[in-house]
């Protein structure tokens, strides 16, 4: 069965500084979509960033960008000039083959900002 | 603002009730899920619905059903609550078609059930 780990179940950074967050994946599609979700403690899930994999650009968006290896099935996210809003569960996903709109999702790691 | 909107925040059940989670959504999507969220396990899917009537089981239907007869609503039910049915359960929907545009979620209701 396809899966989408995340090894580190929780990560803690200063604020200002730069965290990166891991996520590897398995599937043996050639394209799919990868997605990082933000979970705050008013639980409402809030899409990050996503990344279709037959570009090699990565995606980025504001202080949030990924690291996508393709040939490797890894997706890490970088968080730039963390925030104390950045606190937060991130889960990655990932399309699930031959769905449309069905994702597979890790087990999420829990991001603590220092102040 | 789209939102998905989850009835209850939090509940609390007895074992063997039956249990009713609503969700409705205001932006015409054509799929809808319901996941279960545990620490260390991330979402599981439990249901989802590509239209209207249509449902299909997810990873974990054991113990649940779904309704929906109109779009914008997707119910998830326990027909006779247990004990590890205690979780967080979240909504989601989602346009027909590749995930481009991901998932809008509810807010999640937490479900004890004692």
């Known amino acids: 069965a396809q899966t989408v780990t995340q090894s580190q179940p929780e990560m803690s950074v200063q604020e200002a500084e730069t965290v990166t967050l891991s996520c590897t994946y398995d599937?043996?599609?050639?394209?799919?979509?990868l997605f990082w979700y933000k979970q705050p403690p008013s639980r409402q899930m809030i899409l990050v960033i996503r990344?279709?994999?037959?570009k090699q650009q990565n995606a980025t968006e504001n202080r949030f960008s990924v690291n996508f290896q393709k040939a490797a099935k890894s997706f890490s996210l970088k968080i730039s000039d963390s925030q104390l809003g950045d606190a937060a569960m991130y889960f990655c996903?990932?399309?699930?083959?031959?769905?449309?709109?069905?994702?597979?999702w890790g087990a999420g790691t829990k991001l603590i900002i220092k102040p | 603002d789209v939102k998905v909107t989850q009835s209850s925040r939090y509940l609390v059940k007895r074992t063997g009730e039956k249990v009713f989670l609503e969700c409705v959504q205001d932006m015409d999507h054509e799929n809808m899920f319901w996941y279960r969220q545990d620490p260390g396990l991330g979402l599981r899917l439990i249901y989802f619905s590509y239209d209207v009537k249509m449902k299909e089981k997810g990873d974990i239907p054991e113990g649940y059903s779904v309704s929906r007869e109109k779009k914008e609503r997707f119910s998830l039910i326990l027909e006779s609550a247990s004990t590890n049915q205690t979780s967080m359960y979240l909504c989601a929907s989602s346009r027909e078609g590749l995930p481009i545009y991901g998932y809008t979620f509810g807010s999640g209701t937490r479900l004890t059930v004692v």
């Open positions: 990344q279709e994999a037959y």
């Open positions: 996903a990932s399309q699930r083959p031959d769905s449309n709109y069905q994702l597979i």
């Open positions: 599937t043996s599609e050639s394209d799919y979509y």
